[in-house]
């Protein structure tokens, strides 16, 4: 049964950094593109970042481009999202989730299985 875990979220100030994990497991993942998608109060869930399975192709939001990183390592089954120069816009829940048809990565359609979700907060 494929499961996906999700942690570092947090209280953060503006400015400030944190770094998700998205911990995976179920069957092997290092052929699967992931991505991270959040949801505010009151707003659909969006895309934030996503991985190739091979680590070379990277998509992003707009807004996230320059402060936020995607990474794998797939020896852990694991992604990451490093979140520099986080604004109180970027509060959410994060959601990591893992592509096993090889889709577009870009919309929540593309997935197959999603984590639970952990929350960001950014004070102003």
């Known amino acids: 049964q494929v499961q996906l875990v999700e942690s570092g979220g947090g209280l953060v100030q503006a400015g400030g950094s944190l770094r998700l994990s998205c911990a995976a497991s179920?069957?092997?993942?290092?052929?699967?593109?992931m991505g991270w998608f959040r949801q505010a109060p009151g707003k659909e869930r969006e895309f934030v970042a996503a991985?190739?399975?091979?680590?070379?192709?990277?998509y992003y939001l707009d807004s996230v481009k320059g402060r936020f990183t995607i990474s794998r390592d797939n020896a852990k089954n694991t992604v990451y999202l490093q979140m520099n120069s986080l604004k109180p816009e970027d509060t959410a829940v994060y959601y990591c989730?893992?592509?096993?048809?090889?889709?577009?990565?870009?919309?929540?359609?593309?997935?197959?299985?999603w984590g639970q979700g952990t929350q960001v907060t950014v004070s102003s």
């Open positions: 989730a893992v592509d096993l048809r090889g889709g577009a990565l870009l919309t929540d359609a593309s997935y197959d299985y």
């Open positions: 179920g069957r092997t993942f290092s052929s699967y593109g």
């Open positions: 991985i190739r399975w091979r680590g070379a192709t990277t």
